[in-house]
Nanobody
Framework: QVQLVQSGGGLVQPGGSLTLSCAVT????????VGWFRQAPGQEREFVAA????????IYAESVKGRSTISRDDAGNRVYLRMDSLIPADTAVYFC????????????????WGHGTQVTVTS
């Protein structure tokens, strides 16, 4: 059984940077992939970034390309999301997620979810 435990988040100023972390246990090999999603008040959950665990293939939402990086630490079994040049529109609850069915950007493709971490960007 896959378990996801998130950490990080908080209050940052516009233009600042933030790194979120997600500890992954019980992962499988093959088509295992991890992703980050976010949900602002009154909005649907939206895709941010994802990566294939084994070969490090990565995809990003257009809104965060060039200022975000998804990565993993195999030794610690953690996945990270670093975001730079933060803007107020980045304010949301961020979720890490995982799937055994391959790399995807759709919410419905992910089987396992973390509890969510608040990120607030304001001056």
């Amino acid at each position: 059984q896959v378990q996801l435990v998130q950490s990080g988040g908080g209050l940052v100023q516009p233009g600042g940077s933030l790194t979120l972390s997600c500890a992954v246990t019980g992962r499988t090999f093959g088509r295992f992939a991890v992703g980050w999603f976010r949900q602002a008040p009154g909005q649907e959950r939206e895709f941010v970034a994802a990566m294939r665990w084994s070969i490090l293939t990565k995809i990003y939402a257009e809104s965060v390309k060039g200022r975000s990086t998804i990565s993993r630490d195999d030794a610690g079994n953690r996945v990270y999301l670093r975001m730079d040049s933060l803007i107020p529109a980045d304010t949301a609850v961020y979720f890490c997620a995982a799937t055994n069915s391959g790399l995807a950007n759709q919410v419905e493709r992910y089987e396992y979810w973390g509890h969510g971490t608040q990120v607030t960007v304001t001056s």
